[in-house]
């Protein structure tokens, strides 16, 4: 891999780094300057006293002579090789510590406060440039937050896919980072809530127009089946587009709340007629409302953690599309996440000859589980990480199984394996794998 360039220095290969300092051309022409007459004056210094210790010799003129040369060309040879060492640039690589996170942030006029290093080494572990332009639109993004772990996290992913002016997103983010929703759960609640929506309006038709009425009933009758029907609907492709039609969903909630507001603020308001029936309807449709929401801010959050990273972010980690896919089937019921390597050609699309998937499950038998799967050509390695040794244990006598069954699919596994790794038991660390200050390293060069 080729050095990255910044506008302050370069990247060591392989290894994000806090930018060099780097001496000004001009600085190190009077350096080269100033040694080579040192050197030229201890030159012509060291061919007197030669001279003179020649002539208390009484040695002969031409051995003076010769002396006295061999002594200058020495020293002139000396002179030119230290000119050309100062010419030449010099680098010093070693770890970085937190001391040089805090002589940066002073060097940028950036207060070296711990809150300040703090969100400074985040910065560096999700490989964006630590400039001062850059920890501005940090800062600003979590500013009027309670600065949490997951908020600093959820502002560093935007931050590297270029979204830096939505104190909304940082929010929606943070919620979905500090304690993933369960996107099986919401949908079964939302189901509820508009049953007994449904129900609380068919109580009180008097105060609705019977067209609107039967309107209602047949979007609610439509949602609710789109939601027992969305598990068959997720399916990973291979062209421009959604891999899931997440997007379609997402559209079907956002009219239904704009209908329901509508009912509410006009049919239904505070000022329409304060009865039992009309209070029970309009507190039917503000939870279900409530329920659209959670669901929507949930699968927002999705489609910013799949948005490809900027051109501007530093780091080396390849693009996600992820996804949180309702099962019914598990006990109890709970969503399967997965994220899958989006292919670099093609905008939303899965390379499927070429891609890593992992998924990450939980159930009452098993616990949690986050299989990895990477595929080259229909070479498959496959890691289970599991949360008990009894977990550990069914996968590895599954093992010859699960090959004899890829095989019959034409895929060749090459390796398989299973271990117990509850850090790993979750997508987290797939989809933002953070990198420790301990694997930074930081470049001194000179020019």
């Known amino acids: 891999m080729g050095d990255l360039q910044t506008a302050a220095g370069g990247i060591h290969p392989g ?5 060099p300092q780097t001496k000004s051309q001009s600085q190190s022409q009077q350096e080269s300057q100033t040694q080579a007459q040192q050197t030229s004056t201890s030159s012509q210094s060291s061919s007197q006293s030669s001279t003179a210790q020649s002539t208390s010799q009484a040695a002969t003129p031409a051995q003076s002579a010769q002396s006295a040369a061999s002594s ?8 030119t090789t230290a000119a050309a060492s100062t010419s030449q640039p010099s680098q010093a690589v070693r770890e970085l510590t937190i001391n040089d996170v805090t002589s940066h942030l002073t060097s940028i006029n950036v207060p070296s406060t711990e809150a300040n290093v703090k969100l400074a080494s985040l910065m560096l572990r999700f490989g964006v440039e630590l400039s001062r332009d850059n920890f501005i639109k940090a800062l600003a993004m979590t500013e009027g937050t309670n600065k949490s772990s997951s908020t600093q996290e959820a502002a ?23 304690d993933t929703p369960n996107v099986t759960g919401q949908l079964s609640a939302l189901n509820s809530s508009l049953a007994q929506m449904s129900a609380s309006i068919q109580m009180n038709s008097a105060s609705l127009p019977p067209a609107l009425l039967s309107q209602i009933t047949s979007l609610v009758g439509q949602f609710a089946a789109i939601i027992g029907d969305l598990p068959k609907k997720y399916k990973f492709g291979t062209e421009g587009g959604s891999a899931i039609g997440r997007d379609d969903l997402m559209n079907d909630i956002r009219a239904l709340s704009s209908l329901l507001d509508g009912i509410q603020s006009q049919a239904l308001s505070k000022e329409a007629a304060a009865t039992p029936e009309n209070e029970a309807a309009r507190s039917a449709i503000i939870a279900a409302s409530k329920k659209l929401g959670d669901l929507l ?3 927002t959050s999705q489609a910013l953690l799949s948005q490809r990273a900027s051109k501007s972010y530093m780091g ?5 599309l992820y996804y949180q896919i309702p ?12 994220i899958v390597k989006q292919d670099p050609k093609r905008k939303s699309a899965v390379d499927m000859s070429d891609t890593h998937i992992a998924i990450g499950l939980e159930t009452e038998a098993l616990g949690k589980m986050v299989v ?8 498959v390695k496959m890691l289970f990480n599991t949360e008990e040794d009894d977990t550990k244990k069914l996968c590895d006598a599954e093992n010859i199984n699960l090959k004899r069954k890829l095989s019959e699919k034409g895929y060749n596994v090459e390796e398989c394996q299973a271990r117990v790794n509850k850090t790993m038991c979750s997508i987290k660390p797939f989809l933002i794998p953070l990198l420790g200050l301990e694997r930074l390293f930081r470049i001194d060069s000179t020019i």
Do not use: C, F, H
């Not at 290894?15 to 930018?19: A, G, R, T």
């Not at 909304?168 to 500090?178: D, F, G």
């Not at 990895?372 to 070479?379: F, G, L, Y």
């Open 15 to 19: 290894k994000p780094v806090i930018w």
């Open 72 to 79: 200058t060309a020495s020293a002139s040879a000396a002179a």
């Open 156 to 178: 560093m992913v935007l931050l590297t896919k270029g979204i830096t002016n939505s104190s909304e997103a940082v929010t929606m983010l943070s919620n979905q980072l500090a």
């Open 297 to 299: 801010e949930n699968l």
């Open 316 to 320: 080396q980690q390849d693009d996600y």
């Open 327 to 338: 099962n019914t089937m598990l006990t109890p019921p709970s969503s399967v996440e997965i």
């Open 372 to 379: 990895s799967v990477i595929v080259r050509d229909k070479n």
